[in-house]
């Protein structure tokens, strides 16, 4: 990782033989000319070459990085926190607070704090998510979901004073506490409902030029959650850009 610029993360969705997968990768990369063979980038569905992988020379980001992303998957989405690194320092120029519907471990949050010295800013950190998983429920089942998921969030953040860790369901948990002004706002629930039900809260919240981003926008499985926040924002007149991240962005 981090090799001459190249960047391998081992991460994949929807792979079903790896070993083959990891040789036909191998077989692109044998294929480039000489000159272009760097600026590789594997992991989260991308295979990239002769790319700058700018986020590389971020020394905070990349400190961050190595200090809270421990699993394969955290290290292989290394791209998507950088978009979100970029919306964090953006927000640092807006009026607001900072949101996470859908926190889960609290890694990418705690990287943007780290990246942008948030504690330096002033403002607090709305974390939100269920935690324990909903049996029966049609969510994602994330690994770690259960009963002690709360307080190790909680715990991640204690270096963080105004980082406010809520268990609980959104939309409704945002009508108990959350901020008047947003300066970032992360929506990442992998459902429809809580998704839009945020959108419905949260958007007009958020201050001119904040950004949002809308993670899993651009995966297939949640196609759903792709067609209903396009038509979301197409109504009130914005256009979500789908990233190679599989994120979406929209710039308020
Ligand atoms: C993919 S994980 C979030 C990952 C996290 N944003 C990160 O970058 O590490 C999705 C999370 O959304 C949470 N979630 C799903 N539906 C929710 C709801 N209605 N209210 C609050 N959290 C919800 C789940 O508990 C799960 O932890």
Known sequence: MGDLGNYFGQAFFGVANRESFAKSVKGVFDSISANWRAGIFTGDNLITYGKNLSFQIDKPFMAAIAAHATTDVEKSIIWRTAVLAWAARNGLRREGDFVECGC??????????????????????????????????????MPDMGPKLFDEVVERFSSIPKAHVIKGSIPEMLHVRSPEKIAFLHIDMNSVAPEIGALEVLFERVSPGGVIVLDDYGYMPYRAQRDAEWRWFAERGYDVIELPTSQGLVIK
């Open 104 to 141: 889960y471990r609290g890694i990418s949050a705690r990287i943007i704090c780290d990246t942008i010295n948030f504690n330096a800013s002033g403002r607090a950190f709305y974390l939100y998510d269920l935690f324990e998983y909903p049996e029966g429920s049609n969510h994602t089942r």
